[in-house]
């Protein structure tokens, strides 16, 4: 199982909110690892991003797909 | 500093690779900690998410915002 | 009328599902046609993707659009 | 194999056209089959969406994952 | 014409710097106007959003669709 | 504070409408300025995009983050 994408992380479920609609998922990462993130080469230069450097990730959770294998 | 976003993980730049419009930068995250996700009640269904379950949680890269403080 | 996405289907609504925010609809693609993705050069070599090859092409469904023209 | 996305089709490669970080692959969608959307219950008041109705589905390329099982 | 999303800003190009396959372009919004943003209802609490408070509204350029009419 | 995403602009809350998961919050942009996109270049031939074309720029709510300083 391969997929297009370069994030996958493996997780657990902790709690399940079910709205009319969306519903909103909360999860234990099991294995940090790493992250990977495309941005324009502009915002690259913006942010002076070089290896050591420390960021946050920000990601909004409609972002996050979960797949059960 | 207040995102209006579930997911913030702290992270160290590993590698950036530049391209003419884009860059992917490959992160170390330094602190794993929890992820939200937020699916359609019909994909919850579909899966059929409670808690203990184990699952996949697929990013694709280009929405991973790195932001430094 | 030109829309910079390499995707449109011409699709008929099924059934609409109003929530307090957000709203759910089901349509029916009345052509199936092409569908274009961009992936990282990195994932392209992951998946191994070539002429040829099978895959699913999976969307959240907050990613489509409908237009009304 | 399950999706927390309400959107998967069944598609052929047919070409590949690998850049220096991105990567755009043409599909062929084998089975047309359904689609669905999420947008705010405002803009399907806006549009007026209804059953019958016919639309066009907008899709940019990048939130489109071709995953191989 | 009318697409389900909620913000549509009237712009004029300024710039176009073409990738091998993406490209980035600069756009001079004409009228200002409203924006609308959808978050969990968590990180609202989060932020204290309220009437009147200010705050930087931030968008990858890879979700901003330019149509032509 | 510096983030990799081309656009951020100055708002001001003028009313947040919560839901059970989900919630709309709407802005008055304070200062118009400037807008990027990042499309195929693909699509900027589709659209035959040149400096001084007028177009509207689409963005879904949901991909809209708000972050207070």
């Given at each position: ?41 502009e915002?690259?230069a ?24």
């Amino acid at each position: 199982m391969k997929y297009g994408a370069r994030n996958n992380l493996k997780a657990k479920v902790k709690s399940v909110q079910k709205g009319d609609i969306m519903s909103l998922i909360h999860f234990e990462v099991l294995v940090p690892g790493e992250m990977s993130s495309v941005i324009t080469t502009e915002s690259v230069a913006d942010l002076d991003l070089k290896p050591g450097d420390e960021v946050k990730l920000v990601i909004k959770a409609i972002h996050v797909l979960p797949v059960k294998e």
